[in-house]
Every structure is written in structure tokens, then in C-alpha cells.
């Protein structure tokens, strides 16, 4: 494929080009792509039927066989679509885009969800989760701050800015992009299927990889702040350090600091927080950390200045962080010991380290409305709760001790058999990679074989001792033993229940936020507290998806959900909206209810999920449907209105 010119279009390829294209493709997303060619989906009765079978070696269901009938039935459509010149495709009935759906993974999609359905396969660039605003109807002089210019607070610009409605960002940081920013330490990228982690708004179909590096998702948003013209709305080193709400005037008093240490204090009708759960670092709390001579940092804060070269090097952590940078600084150390607490199931992901081929990249753009199938066919495949069903309880369970029903104790085998097969015959390895816990209990970490083959090198080491202490020369395990190390990296996660911190928010009645909360942090729906006007949160309290599409769905249904809370309000001359304590009660009694239910939720089961209460404050313990359901529009009966 290295002589053929993917830069030509479809009306310019050869034959044998097209057959190469189309050897790269997604069959059940190019089956549903030619009904645009047809005006109908009469291909479907070709005898091809798609079947997703979750963590098969063949995902779509289809028999090798099979997808050759699909492909060649798709050169001779499309070859006569390339002779004609490419006219422009009929727009489909609805009944024929129904049909597809359908058809893409076997499944019959339930009628109450089609319309989340249709919303997320935005066939024709609709975008239903844009809430429209009458031009008008905003108040004079009304204003909304958004803290934080990660992938929610561009979010929450693009969509105020949508609407006519006047806002700023402020980020204490010295750029755009939120953890995107952030972390850059070697191997990081993201871990949801990169077609879907993109905003609804501003679709991307060219990602070099199917789960892209730091680098291409920082350059994305970026991209999509200049296509919105949002850099002038973004202040930047600005960090917010409090918020005073005044009843009487309705409005937010904030007080921020620029880069130089000024103060300033500005008023606003309404807040975002988007500020997300994953920015804090946390560091363990071991005895002596602060006196190793050597160096030593967080790979949140990657210290790029240290050349790992010849190096002795401790990583503290074996989660999704290490498992991505583990691999990518290994063959420079000299002795790579990692430090693991707790063993993380590995989910295998062949194609996590993949590249797109010109030739993927080539029928995203050239084969009508593809992109658009083959991202609902992640959705519809992966997105829509993945393996969340396996991650459920089933009452009166009584096998296996770390399993929470027969599906997690089958996946269970499953992901057991994976890393028994990956480690090789090496019983002590494997032993030591098998979480003592059931899957879903804690994160789980995509894997394509990467991680057991770094840690099979002869100069890389395993270590589940406990860690005693850290000393000047290194780290001490439980058995005396003195490990010396040049360098210690702690890939220890996030102080991801600290929301907000450390922001002084005060609401009504001199009521602090994080007084109210006392480190169990609540919101109604992850969005909105009692006694906090007019505030919401963006990826707040447990609103964080553990299986499925990416966060940017969430946060899409959210902001669709704060922007209806302002309609109501300029609608109807309302001046603040508080949600009512009751309401925020009963709703997180159900969610607690529901994460006990859950395999994260069992009380045999320590994780960053939970604070320091043992309650689960980040994770949303439902399924897509019923985010979306419940987030579409804001009931007025939930609020007191002034």
C-alpha cells in the first residue's frame, strides 16, 4: 500500500485501490454506509448478519467468509457509485436509517431508545443535544463563568456561545485542554475507542490510532477552540480561590489570581465547575516519602528533565498510568522495579497500540457517511454499557469469593485464562497478576499484551511486597529488604474525590461546600447541590462511566441539561435556581442503593471509586440509556425558584 496515493478521491482511485480500501473496513458500518448509494438497505438481505459478542476474537460476529461476500458485494456498489461520477446520496427515510440501525450489530434496538440512538448517529450533523435558545430571552447583562478549559469547559463554551449567552472561562493553568495538558508523561493516551471520544459537534474521523496519543487529543481540542473562536473567552492562569453567593442580588461573587499574584473579584449570574475528578495528584501516604535523596515525582507531572537512561528506577502503582508509560520507559532503565499494591484486571484490547492504516483513514473520508456507521457502531457495539451488565451483583450469589454473579465469574475465567496464557507458564507471575478482587471492582486497564511482556524482561521486576518505608538510598518492603533506586515514579492516580478543591464555594446561608459535603461530596444527577444556586457541576459526584462510550457523552447530556436549567430561568424570569434538598436525598439514597449492586460497590472492595467513608462518590452505577433519560431536560418540581 506504500506506492498507491491515498490523497486521491473516489472518483480518482483504480480498482485495485478501492479493493484494498475496502479490505480495511468495518463490514457491518459499510454495509449500513451503501444504503445511502440505494436509497434503501436491500444489501442486508445479502445473508450477512452481524452478532457483537463482547471480548470475542471476532467482535462483529461474522465468519471470514462472510465478510468477503461484503466486500465484494461493496466494490461493485461502489465502483458503479465512482463511474457515475459520485452523485450526491439520496437523503434515507427514516424507516431505511432504522433498518440499519438495527441491522449494524443483530441486535433489535429497544423503542425507548431509539431517539438516543438517532441522537448519538447524528447521520446528518443534527447535533439533538444542542438545547436552542431564543435570541433575546437571555437578560441583559446576564454573565456564567466556567471554571476550567478541559474537555468540558470547551464544552460548556461552545454550547453557551451557541446560545448567545455571555460567559468566561478561567483556567488555572498555562493552556487549554485539562488533563490533555496535564499529563504527558511517555505512552499516555486515551481508553475509550478514540471514534467516540470526540464532541458530538465536531466529529473526527482521522485519529492516527484507534486509541490515540496525548499529543493528537490535545491537538484536537485545541482545534475545535479556534474552529469555535473561544481563545478570547479563555483566561488563562487564572486560578479561582472563592465564591460568595449574594441572595439578595442573585449573583456569584468570585475572587481569583492572576499569574502574578493579583487579585481580582468579578460577579456572575451562574457557575459551571469544569473542573473534572482526575487533576489533583495523590501520593501515598508511606513514611519517609519525603526523604529520598534521589528523584522523584508524580507521572501526572511528568519531570521531563530527568533522563531515565542507565537509571535505577522504582514505579509506585500498577494502573492505568503504569500500564501505559511501564512499557514505554522500560528498555532505557537499567532495573525497572514496579511497586504493586493491588493487581488490575486486563482487559484485552488487540488493537490498543494500533495505528490506522491510509487506507481506514482514506474510507472514513471518501465512503459516503461511513465515519458516521462505523462511530455508531462502536456506540451501539462498545458504547452503550459495554461490559457494565457483567458488572452487576446477582443476589444470592454464592460463587466464586471474588466474583459478583455467573457473568463476572465467566468473565472472570476469561480475563484469568488471558493473563495465564500472556505470562507464559511463568505460575509466579501470573499469581501475581490475578486480582484478588471481582472484574469491575476497580478500574479495569486496557491491555494488548504490552504490559506482562515488560514485565517478563529480565532487568524489570515485580514487586508485591508492601512498602515499609522510603529511605534516603530507596524503598524498604515489609520483608527489611532496601531496594536502592536513582529515581522513584509514583503512578498513584488522583485525589479524584476532592471536587472542586480547593475553592472556597459559599452558598445561601454562609453554607461552604466542602464543609456541607465533609469529604462525601453529593449532587442531584452529579449536576446541582442544595443550598448552591444557580451552580453546576461537569463531570461532578458520580457521574463518571466505568464501561462503555467515552466521558464526552456524559458531559454532553449534562451541559444539555444545565443549558435547559438556563431556558428555564430566561423563560420564565426566574433569577436563581436551587435544587431542593429532598430531591438530592432520594437520588443519591438510589445511587448508593444501586453502587451496592455493583461490583465496585461490594464492601470487600478498596479502590479510588470510594472516599474515605467506603461510599462509591464517582461512579454512575446505571446504564447509558438512563443517563441520558434523566438528563434530557430539567423538572422545575426539583427546584426552588426565586
Known sequence: MTNMDWSLSLKDVSDKQLRIALSQTNVPALLASLSHLDGSSRQFRAGITPRVVQLAEEEDGLSEEERVTARALAFDRLQAYRNASCPDPEKLSDASVEEAMHFITG????????????????????????????????????????????????????????????????DKNPEIGGTWFLNTYPGCQVDSANHLYNYIFAPESQWPGHFSGQP?????????????????????????????????????????????????????DSIVSACGQLNLPAFPDIPGRD????????????????????????????????????????????????????????????????????????????????????????????????LLPFFFTQKNWNGHSHSVSADNAALRDALVESIREQAGGDEAL?????????????????????????????????????????????????????HNFDVVIYATGFKADHFLQPIKMTGRDGRELH???????????????????????????????????????????????????????????????????????????????????????SEHVDSWYKNAEGRVSQNWPGTHWEWWQQTRTPDPGDFHIV
Open 107 to 170: 441486535e433489535k434496538i429497544p423503542a425507548e431508545q431509539m431517539a438516543m440512538m438517532s441522537e448519538e448517529l447524528n447521520l446528518y450533523g443534527e447535533d439533538r443535544r444542542r438545547l436552542n435558545i431564543e435570541a433575546g430571552s437571555v437578560p441583559q447583562e446576564y454573565r456564567v463563568l466556567v471554571i476550567g478549559s478541559g474537555m468540558s469547559g470547551i464544552l460548556a463554551a461552545v454550547r453557551l456561545k451557541e446560545a448567545g449567552i455571555p460567559f468566561d472561562v478561567v
Open 216 to 268: 493528537e487529543l490535545l491537538d484536537y481540542f485545541l482545534r475545535v477552540v479556534e474552529e469555535f473562536g473561544l481563545r478570547d473567552d479563555i483566561q488563562l492562569e487564572t486560578e479561582v480561590l472563592s465564591a460568595l453567593w449574594h441572595e439578595k442580588t442573585a449573583e456569584w461573587e468570585v475572587c481569583s489570581r492572576n499569574s502574578e499574584g493579583k487579585k481580582s473579584t468579578s460577579r456572575y
Open 291 to 386: 526523604s529520598f535523596a534521589g528523584i522523584a515525582f508524580h507521572s501526572a507531572r511528568w519531570n521531563h528533565g530527568s533522563d531515565l537512561s542507565g537509571k535505577r528506577v522504582a514505579v509506585i502503582g500498577t494502573g492505568c498510568s503504569a500500564v501505559q508509560f511501564v512499557p514505554e520507559i522500560a528498555d532505557k532503565t537499567a532495573k525497572l522495579q514496579v511497586f504493586q499494591r493491588s493487581a488490575p484486571w486486563l482487559l484485552p484490547a488487540e488493537e490498543y497500540h494500533l495505528t490506522m492504516t491510509e487506507a481506514e483513514l482514506w474510507c472514513f473520508r471518501n465512503i459516503p457517511f461511513y465515519a458516521r456507521w462505523y462511530r455508531f457502531y462502536l456506540f451501539r457495539s462498545r458504547g452503550v454499557d459495554g
Open 430 to 482: 501470573a499469581a501475581a497478576l490475578i486480582p484478588d478482587y471481582p472484574p469491575g471492582g476497580k478500574r479495569p486497564v486496557l491491555d494488548d499484551g504490552q504490559w506482562i511482556d515488560t514485565l517478563k524482561k529480565p532487568h524489570v521486576t515485580l514487586q508485591s511486597q508492601p512498602i515499609l518505608a522510603i529511605e534516603a538510598e530507596g524503598i524498604r518492603t515489609e520483608d527489611g529488604a532496601l
Open 515 to 601: 464543609d456541607t459535603w465533609k469529604g462525601n461530596p453529593q449532587a442531584y444527577l452529579g449536576i446541582t447541590v442544595p443550598g448552591f444556586p444557580n451552580f453546576y457541576c461537569l463531570y461532578g459526584p458520580n457521574t463518571n462511566i466505568v464501561t462503555g462510550s467515552s466521558i464526552i457523552f456524559g458531559s454532553e447530556c449534562e451541559m444539555r441539561y444545565i443549558m435547559g436549567c438556563l431556558k428555564f430561568q430566561f423563560e420564565n424570569g426566574v433569577k436563581a435556581l436551587e435544587v431542593r434538598e429532598d430531591r438530592c436525598r432520594d437520588y443519591n439514597v438510589l445511587i448508593d442503593t444501586r453502587s451496592r449492586e455493583c461490583a465496585w460497590g
